[in-house]
């Protein structure tokens, strides 16, 4: 019985395709109907915090795990049924899996090795991979003698050595340290920009998928709730869930006026009628919904919102301001370090309508 392998005749783009991907274990339904098209040399990360489903998705395109429903296809070939050293994809894992008894040469080498490639292109290949992560004059210290950041490059250049159409990196910068990993970050966009392989990158750093992607995919309870631009995702939320998760957001409840996706819409409030965007379909008239304004799209002003200054808290580049409200809620609002109301201070809070989303109220 033969394994089934991919055809080279498809253009190897790195192009892939979810069509109703599915993934139970048992009782548990951990990817739920996932349709998704990845564009081929861009970097897509998978954001959602630990156990919604996203690095099940990844090891399903590994060939790790089957899905339980629908399809993979890597440029238009679907990859059910093979196996994953057969596949044009690789994966590296947040622990990097590094050989304590390799140099870092004999590290990137392994892969190689394993698929029985002449020592004359393996010794080239890996040359080429420690020149692009700039770790030549490294190649026979071991793991223990290197950094973390250093030990990630190792990884990433194993993991690239193979020349894969399609990288799968698994939380891969989540053992460094906060400073470290900003620096890596920078430096993996622009070693992905250089080589033009497609990146598939599973974090729970909002701000790391920010930073990294050309498309974010913001997964909840095995689903894909949102996909888009990371600046599509912060300023139009489709739900209160993505509103949080992307960063600091004030809602206020109320209940949806006439209108309908894209355009301007009313909301009742407590506060009084209320207008802002509808980007999405928030739902019918009269239906419970919600206001999501971002801080610094609320500014002080003359007019607006009446309140008391509860606090001013200076953050170097600019100030977060709380405003306590009439009816007991207090909204945050931002705006340039300066000479400010004092607190306890009467207040007024503005913003443009544009600038704010409508909501469903009960969606996650």
């Known amino acids: 019985m033969t394994t089934p392998s991919l055809s080279t005749t498809p253009p190897a783009t790195g192009r892939l395709r979810f069509e109703g991907v599915s993934k139970r274990f048992g009782d548990h339904l951990a990817v739920d109907g996932v349709d998704l098209d990845l564009d081929p040399g861009a970097v897509f990360c998978l954001l959602g915090p630990s156990g919604c489903g996203k690095s099940t998705l990844l090891r399903m395109t590994a060939g790790f795990e089957e899905p339980s429903a629908g ?17 044009p994809v690789n994966m590296m894992f947040q622990s990097y899996a590094l050989f304590p008894h390799r140099n870092v040469a004999g590290n990137i080498a392994y892969g190689l090795e394993r698929e029985g490639l002449p020592k004359s292109e393996i010794a080239a290949r890996v040359a080429e991979m ?28 194993r993991a690239l050595a193979k020349r894969p159409r399609v990288l799968l990196l698994d939380e891969p910068l989540g053992a460094l340290d906060r400073a470290l990993r900003e620096e890596t970050q920078a430096e993996l966009r622009a070693l992905q920009r250089r080589l033009g392989t497609t990146f598939v990158v599973v974090t729970h750093d ?64 407590p506060l009084g009628p209320l207008i802002a965007f509808d980007h999405h379909g928030a739902g019918p008239a009269g239906a419970p919904g919600l206001l999501a304004l971002r801080p610094e799209r609320l500014t002080l002003g003359s007019e607006g919102l009446a309140g008391t200054l509860l606090d001013a808290t200076y953050l170097g580049e600019k100030v977060l301001y709380r405003v306590g409200l009439a009816d007991g809620r207090s909204l945050r609002a931002s705006g340039p370090p300066g000479v400010g109301p004092a607190v306890g201070a009467p207040v007024h809070l503005t913003f443009a309508p544009e600038a704010a989303s409508l909501l469903p109220a009960d969606a996650a």
């Open 71 to 87: 399809r993979i296809l890597l440029d238009g070939q679907d990859l059910a049924g093979v196996p994953p050293h057969r596949r």
């Open 130 to 157: 420690l020149r692009l992560v700039q770790l030549d004059p490294l190649a026979v210290r071991r793991p223990d003698q290197l950094s973390g950041g250093q030990r990630q490059r190792v990884a990433l250049a």
């Open 206 to 269: 909002p701000a790391e998928a920010m930073v990294l992607a050309d498309r974010i995919g913001v997964m909840a309870a095995g689903r894909l709730v949102q996909v888009g631009p990371a600046a599509a995702l912060y300023e139009r939320p489709a739900t209160r869930y993505v509103a949080g998760l992307l960063g600091d957001v004030n809602l206020i409840e109320g209940r949806l006026g006439e209108g309908g996706a894209g355009a301007l819409r009313g909301l009742d409030t």
